[in-house]
């Protein structure tokens, strides 16, 4: 199985940047693409797509959330922050079946 | 608008059985994977199984094999998950998500909430 790693929490200050990591013990590339791709849920509501194959924005998302990473280490970044941005964000690979992280909860300082 | 409605969920005793239903709406069904994914009370996500878009390919996590299955009719496009031989680990809400031809879940329902408790 592969399974994802990710930081249980960050706490960021309005403004700035965020950046939460995901790690895989396994390689997630095949072909040129990297399959991982990232969600925020808010409490009480339905996970939300954000990036997919690690970089693409998913639609109606704004510019200010951004992918990156290959083969084992991702990141996802949010510059700036704002308070509407408080939630959990999930990396999950979909390169042999599907494996979530455990989410980070992005908090506001 | 992509629209995804579960319905099903419920109170049920360990070792029953419960069926839940995903409505499908806004976009071909026919043309996509589905698949379930669930969330403990507190705890993060799970994927649980999915189906391809012809119903064709099943996938299932190792800890409902045998238990759970997945199905779907695309005449209705609707999306089921039979879940037998319930456990207390299975209490969750369990929410249908679009999978696209990459494997993304593009799209997801607001969820059903299972209790298993006796």
């Known amino acids: 199985d592969i399974v994802l790693t990710q930081s249980p929490a960050l706490a960021v200050s309005l403004g700035q940047r965020a950046t939460i990591s995901c790690k895989t013990n396994?390689?997630?590339?095949?072909?040129?693409?990297?399959?991982m791709h990232w969600y925020q849920q808010k409490p009480g509501q339905q996970p939300k797509l954000l990036i997919y194959l690690a970089s693409n924005l998913a639609s109606g998302i704004p510019a200010r959330f951004s992918g990156r990473g290959s083969g084992t280490d991702f990141t996802l970044t949010i510059d700036p922050v704002e308070a509407d941005d408080t939630a959990t964000y999930y990396c999950?690979?979909?390169?042999?079946?599907?494996?979530f992280g455990g989410g980070t909860k992005l908090e506001l300082k | 608008e992509v629209q995804l409605v579960e319905s099903g969920g419920g109170l049920v005793q360990p070792g029953r059985s419960l069926k839940l239903s995903c409505a499908a709406s806004g976009f071909t069904f026919s043309n996509y994977g589905m698949a379930w994914v669930r969330q403990a009370p507190t705890k993060g996500l799970e994927w649980v199984a999915t189906?391809?878009?012809?119903?064709?390919?099943?996938y299932y996590r190792d800890s409902v094999k045998g238990r759970f299955t997945i199905s779907r009719d695309n005449a209705k496009s609707t999306l089921y998950l039979q879940m037998d031989s319930l456990r207390s680990e299975d209490t969750a809400t369990y929410y249908c998500a679009r999978s696209d031809p990459r494997d993304v879940m593009d799209a997801w329902g607001q969820g059903a909430s299972v209790t298993v408790s006796s």
């Open positions: 396994q390689n997630v590339d095949y072909y040129g693409n990297s399959y």
């Open positions: 999950q690979q979909s390169r042999n079946l599907w494996t």
């Open positions: 189906i391809s878009y012809d119903g064709s390919s099943t």
